[in-house]
């Protein structure tokens, strides 16, 4: 098992930029493909993006091409998620999810474990 601690949400203004950093124990890290969901007020929990085991591939959604990155960092193991030009409608709980997969996944039902999320608020 794993357990999966975010951190790094709050409340900022449209344009600005936030960096999520997910912290996990437990099962060795690098086992686990690592990924980004949110879900806004009302909606269902969407793909945000992910990372393979070593780091050497990332898949985003749509949404946070060009604005997203994803990166982790195996001694630490942690897995983050650096925000660039939000929008109002990136506002939403945003979650870490592992994945004992092999490949990266973007789909809810591939990932095992799940963080409690962290609040991030844009503002117009």
């Known amino acids: 098992q794993v357990q999966l601690v975010e951190s790094g949400g709050g409340l900022v203004q449209a344009g600005g930029s936030l960096r999520l950093s997910c912290a996990a124990s437990g099962r060795r890290f690098t086992s686990y493909t690592m990924g980004w969901f949110r879900q806004a007020p009302g909606k269902e929990r969407e793909f945000v993006g992910a990372?393979?085991?070593?780091?050497?591939?990332?898949y985003y959604a749509d949404s946070g091409k060009g604005r997203f990155t994803i990166s982790r960092d195996n001694a630490k193991n942690t897995v983050y998620l650096q925000m660039n030009s939000l929008k109002p409608e990136d506002t939403a709980v945003y979650y870490c999810?592992?994945?004992?997969?092999?490949?990266?996944?973007?789909?809810?039902?591939?990932?095992?474990?799940w963080g409690q999320g962290t609040q991030v608020t844009v503002s117009s």
């Open positions: 990372i393979s085991k070593s780091g050497g591939s990332r």
């Open positions: 999810a592992a994945a004992d997969t092999i490949t990266v996944r973007a789909t809810k039902s591939a990932y095992d474990y």
